[in-house]
């Protein structure tokens, strides 16, 4: 095997591995790459060259920098970190919106108790 073709052989590894770790089906991974399931299954295995412009849409579905595919024996405990920052950071954007959320909903609360109040005691 060739140096191109143990390469190729690499980035279809670990895009296979990519899409295992992300629990994703190989019809799965290909309709979010807008690919067939018969085109990723050969970029998977090393079959066909793929070109740089799908190689950036790759990583960039699978939370990866361009440059890791080529890694021999990637280490995939880096996306599952960067995931896990992800999901946190999201997490706290959620908590943050609903503080506020519940902030709106005391005032409205208050308001609509004060608006009572007055009311009954107009009675």
């Given at each position: 095997?060739?140096?191109?073709?143990?390469?190729?052989?690499?980035?279809?590894?670990?895009?296979?591995?990519?899409?295992?770790?992300?629990?994703?089906?190989?019809?799965?991974?290909?309709?979010?790459?807008?690919?067939?399931?018969?085109a990723l299954s050969k970029i998977e295995t090393g079959v066909t060259d793929v070109n740089l412009s799908?190689?950036?849409?790759?990583?960039?579905?699978?939370?990866?920098?361009?440059?890791?595919?080529?890694?021999?024996?990637?280490?995939?405990?880096?996306?599952?970190?960067?995931?896990?920052?992800?999901?946190?950071?999201?997490?706290?954007?959620?908590?943050?919106?609903?503080?506020?959320?519940?902030?709106?909903?005391?005032?409205?609360?208050?308001?609509?108790?004060?608006?009572?109040?007055?009311?009954?005691?107009?009675?």
């Open positions: 095997m060739d140096g191109n073709q143990k390469t190729i052989k690499t980035v279809g590894n670990n895009i296979r591995e990519l899409r295992i770790r992300s629990g994703w089906s190989l019809r799965v991974a290909a309709k979010r790459l807008g690919i067939s399931t018969s799908r190689l950036e849409q790759i990583a960039e579905v699978y939370g990866v920098k361009l440059v890791q595919l080529w890694i021999p024996n990637f280490e995939f405990s880096d996306l599952e970190a960067s995931k896990l920052n992800q999901a946190k950071e999201k997490v706290f954007d959620l908590e943050t919106e609903i503080k506020a959320f519940q902030r709106k909903v005391i005032l409205l609360y208050e308001k609509l108790h004060e608006q009572a109040t007055k009311y009954n005691h107009a009675v």
